[in-house]
């Protein structure tokens, strides 16, 4: 069997950036959402005696990878460098500069006959996110001269690639594309406001931190957070109570930004504080924009005036990329990091590889890695053999859990979809319901009857049978089916503890 270990040296070619750069593509791949949240930003801080030091931001991403995640990190990095065990240590620091000796450090050659692709800004590597200086808009109105100072402390977290130069137009979203330019350039005034959904992994981040980096080049005070911080501020602030600052920070700004609204459903102080936190920026003329995974309509334990309030501006979609978009993107992408990958190569996986963009670069990653590591080129062949190895092998949840997620989803709980309830929203989840435990658990109809509180088979059969015929027609469903897909296995991941 052939020795997959690696030495710390430059002669073999080992580079531990590089490994830990393969290692964040499939957890990319794996945990999706969760990736960005608190993995993304992680970096590579030395190799020594056959240990990893791994840098992290802060000491929640520190919390929460060493409880849940650091196992796995363990098995994972022993499987790609060929050894029965590697030891990981985790460390909270502030990030080197690129021009700083630990940067110029990682400038060193790999070993392979070029610089490492973590090198260039625009690495493939999830580097962490660059404060974006808030400037003070040159509209900034007299409430932004007077609002106290806490607002003008503000800082904002975005990946300074994620810029419009770099998002690749397609079909799929287009109109998505061109509402964010036209907001980026004139907010508060033509669209307000806006509303970005999408399934997971398709682009609804890199759009929102465009506008951020835009507007702030243009001299507009942005701010991006996502709904989690938008929460965790509050709760902080009632805590110590400071309130005044935190209304400061969010509502004296031309133009603010929340990723993953539908994480503030079902949380009541949350949506009320936002309720007036939209309402004064609204009523100020300064710009507003939410993402989401599904529009407002299908945001059920969401409050009615705030549904309202998101369907006053314009909702825009982002799809999932048809083939030509995916093989562009991956051109992009190759072009960006000076990657020489075949045609071919980048054909075959577009075509494999069909779920987002977030999966299809992390594939990209995962090639052209695993070639250099195999000192080989990429091929079609080789790239073929990796590929068939690379999608992990998935198990859905137990049939009890697809039905609490399914109704979470939709708003309701589980004795909903069991009971005799014919109303139209718990009959359609009920269908719903019904299509997942025939598609991903594989069960007979008589068995998803018995789940479903004892009902006939020919019931069930109506209701896959109808889910299956809508889906070819309605957006929407399908974009319910593939988040709830998602879920169903993420639900199934075990959590390291």
Known sequence: MRDHTYAMTENNGFDPHAVWRQLQSELAIEQGGAFDRWVNDTWVIAFEDGEFIIGLPDAFRY??????????????LAVIMGRSTIDVKFRVQTRPAAGSDAGRKEGATNGFGRAPLYEKQESDAPAAAQPQQVLPSPQASNDRRNAPAE?????????????????????????????????????GTL??????????????????????????????????????????????????????????????????LIDDIQFISGKESTQEEFFHTFNHLHAAGKQIIISSDRPPKSLATLEERLRSRFEGGIQTDIQTPDFETRVAILQSKAQRQQLRVPHDVLMLLAERVDSNVRELEGALNNLWIQAQLHKSPLTVALASSILNNLAPQRTPCLPPRVLEIVAEYYGLCAADLTGRTRTAPVSFARHVAMYLLREENGLSLPAIGDQLGGRDHTTVRHGVEKITADLEQQELLRRDITSLRERLYLAYAPMER
């Open 63 to 76: 919390d929460w990878i060493v409880n849940r995640l650091s196992r796995q990190i363990k098995r994972k």
């Open 151 to 187: 607002a003008d402390l503000t800082a904002l977290l975005v990946n300074p690639r994620h810029t419009f130069d770099n998002f690749v137009v397609g079909s799929h979203n287009r109109l998505a594309h061109a509402v964010a330019e036209a907001v980026s350039e004139r907010p």
């Open 191 to 256: 669209y307000n406001p806006l509303f970005v959904y999408g399934g997971v992994g398709l682009g609804k981040t890199h759009l929102l931190h465009a506008i951020t980096i835009q507007l702030t080049q243009l001299g507009y005070a942005a701010l991006y957070c996502t709904s989690e911080q938008f929460t965790n501020d509050l709760i902080s602030a009632i805590r110590h109570q400071t309130t005044d600052q935190f209304r400061a920070k969010y509502r004296y700004v031309d133009a603010l």
